[in-house]
């Protein structure tokens, strides 16, 4: 990547931060102002995405790199391949992480830290609530918008910010590709600040920056987080319009019974070894062009 400056990396995290910030604090400030935004949770997730990822994304990266888009990744698109992976992928994982996200949120803290365990509880309640009120859709119209919104803007906007600018920054330095993957995946989901789903997170998060690392393409990882959240946001429609049972797909991989969670088990094999194909397949693509 040529760049355009030869800030330290951690100047350059703390820029990119700063721009998400001022576009936060921009969110907020219209939410106060202009009331009526507030009220419509889809526009302020819009316009969150556009003002505390997309476009702070764009901006640091033009400061730091002369061809922005060339060092997001955003300029090859992606190929048949990645996008049947991606897909596999998500469907043979689904019972290893829908067990992960229950051993996750079966965390328990020790006595002594009964205090910020409440705190966490608190937090992650209210952000139920809040995930619950955006899903309580009923309408056609209202499923479309929120697929757009909370599926493709979202999965845009957020890798965007942590794939294409933060990793591809981090990858410009002396920091190897898997602590890089790591920490982006780490700082990813604690960002979401949703305690007992973190660790499902940050799994997702390692599965999202391997495939921009090993695809060269943003438009992957964008298209696998696409999926994730709008598959969420259409099992809430069947469910809300009866079709489905409610939490549908969230109970496969875990048995009723308290038994060994085979299915799980296999789930985790077979999804490690579509990857490890993956890898494969997409680093001997690139060094034969």
Not at 197 to 216: A, D, K, N, Q
Not at 228 to 257: C, H, M, Q, R, W
């Amino acid at each position: 990547m040529e760049r355009r400056t030869d800030m330290k990396l951690s100047t350059r995290i703390i820029v990119l931060l700063c721009f998400m910030g001022a576009g936060l604090i921009v969110v907020s400030a219209a939410a106060i102002i202009l009331p009526h935004l507030g009220q419509s949770v889809l526009t302020m997730l819009t316009a969150q995405d556009i003002l505390a990822f997309i476009i702070p994304a764009m901006a640091a990266m033009a400061v730091f790199y002369r061809r922005p888009f060339h060092a997001m990744c955003l300029d090859r698109a992606p190929s048949l391949t990645s996008i049947l992976v991606v897909v596999a992928f998500f469907v043979i994982s689904l019972p290893a992480m829908n067990w992960l996200v229950h051993a996750n949120e079966a965390m328990s803290l020790p006595s002594w830290m009964s205090g910020i365990e409440q705190w966490m509880r608190i937090t992650e309640d209210a952000a139920a609530e809040a995930t619950e009120h955006i899903l309580d859709n009923h309408s056609v119209i209202d499923l479309i918008a929120c697929v757009f919104v909370v599926g493709f803007m979202a999965g845009l906007g957020e890798e965007m910010l942590f794939r294409g600018a933060m990793l591809r920054t981090m990858q410009d330095s002396r920091l190897g590709t898997h602590a890089v993957v790591w920490i982006v995946a780490i700082i990813f989901s604690a960002i979401h600040m949703q305690f007992y789903g973190f660790i499902p997170r940050v799994v997702l998060g390692l599965w999202l920056g391997y495939l921009l690392v090993w695809t060269r393409s943003l438009w992957v990882p964008i298209i696998a987080h696409t999926l994730n959240n709008s598959t969420v946001v259409v099992f809430s429609y069947l469910a809300n319009k009866g079709i489905v049972p409610e939490g549908y797909g969230d109970s496969l991989g875990l048995p009723a019974d308290g038994s060994l969670p085979w299915l799980a088990m296999l789930s985790l094999v077979a999804s490690l070894g579509l990857a490890t194909w993956a890898h494969r397949h997409f680093t001997r693509g690139r060094e034969a062009s």
